[in-house]
């Protein structure tokens, strides 16, 4: 068995030796120049950097190593690779052109930023892998990072430019705002767009047995809270909200939930009522009956999304901008 395994191994790091030696055939270190970027040259061998050309071969290697060796072995493969830098070889251009335009116009990212960015990424890093800062450190060793100094210093080699150009987004956007007669003519040119069905506002008590639920339906009808009860006794996820659900409409809850629910009219009780999840009893707190949702309910969110719009218009039209009054020679 072990035999077995070891000959196992052996195969798989020839396979990935072999792919490796092929996918670096694909990308050669050369200084053939790509483009001409307002007289900066930008070589093959910089948009197969950006574009991690060789990584996303080996992935294909990986994937599927036969396929992707006959493939790559035929003019429409190397056809493909180069399509793919052209389409990386246009972002790196975008790229240089805002890289320049931030510096021109003298925006830079202050230490006090770049700390609070990298303190806000360790976090994010902690919590998403549930670990604490040794434990961080220790991945990080393994990575041949040595301390969170030096981890910092590649996050901003690597990121540095990116937050350069964020900023400069952010302040070709910091004028662009919209009026409130634009979300009034938006709501009431698409008042289709705001229909919703009955919905209903309701709490609920779940537990296991009928039983209890009987005996706590015996409490709530002899004037116990149903809030309290339900943080009490509920088992669902909203017990600590005292069994709140909020608004909600038809489709959104089990069918036989649903059905029990908008049969009860404002301030009624059900019985217990049981469904794949155990016993509910359920109170319904309001009713809404369709209709269109009213104006100020939804024009935060009708504002958002027409800001998001225009921002990234006025984002398009700088960049077209930057690229027409370039001078571009793609060579590619």
């Known amino acids: 068995m072990r035999f077995r395994r070891s000959v196992f191994l052996f195969l798989a790091l020839v396979l990935v030796i072999s792919f490796s030696v092929l996918a670096e055939d694909k990308v050669e270190k050369t200084d053939n120049i790509a483009a001409v970027v307002d007289g900066k040259e930008i070589t093959i061998s910089e948009v197969d950097e950006y574009a991690r050309t060789r990584d996303v071969i080996m992935q294909l290697y990986q994937a599927n190593g036969e396929f992707t060796q006959l493939i790559l072995s ?14 990386k070889l246009d972002e790196l251009i975008t790229r240089e052109l805002l890289i320049k335009e931030a510096k021109n116009q003298g925006i830079n990212v202050s230490k006090e930023e770049m700390d609070k960015i990298f303190n806000e990424q360790i976090e994010m890093v902690k919590q998403k892998n549930n670990i604490n800062e040794e434990q961080l450190l220790q991945a990080l060793n393994q990575q041949g990072i040595e301390s969170l100094d030096q981890y910092k210093n590649l996050f901003f080699e690597q990121n540095g430019d990116l937050l350069l150009i964020n900023k400069l987004r952010e302040k070709v956007m910091e004028d662009v705002s919209v009026e409130e007669s634009a979300v009034r003519e ?37 004037g116990a809270d149903f809030g309290e009860m339900a943080k009490e006794y509920s088992t669902g996820p909203s017990s600590k909200n005292g069994g709140d659900l909020g608004y909600f409409g038809k489709g959104r809850m089990v069918p036989e939930f649903e059905e029990a629910a908008f049969a009860l009219k404002v301030g009624q ?8 999840y155990g ?17 100020d309910e939804v024009k935060d969110k009708i504002k958002n999304n027409l800001l998001q719009q225009k921002q990234q218009t006025a984002w398009n039209n700088f960049l077209k901008e930057l690229r027409d009054k370039a001078e571009i020679e793609i060579k590619l």
């Not at 705001?194 to 409490?219: D, M, S």
Request: glycine content about 4%; overall charge negative; cysteine-free.
């Open 269 to 276: 009780i059900s019985d217990p009522v049981k469904t794949q």
């Open 279 to 295: 016993y509910h009893i359920i109170k319904v707190e309001d009713k809404v009956e369709e209709g269109i949702t009213p104006f």
């Open 186 to 222: 938006y709501y009431d040119n698409n008042k289709e767009n705001f229909k919703h069905g009955t919905q209903i506002k309701a709490r609920h008590i779940l537990v296991e047995t009928e039983k209890e639920a009987r005996e706590i339906l015996n409490e709530l009808e002899n």
């Open 74 to 87: 035929t003019e429409a493969g190397n056809e493909l690779i180069n399509e793919y830098r052209k389409l």
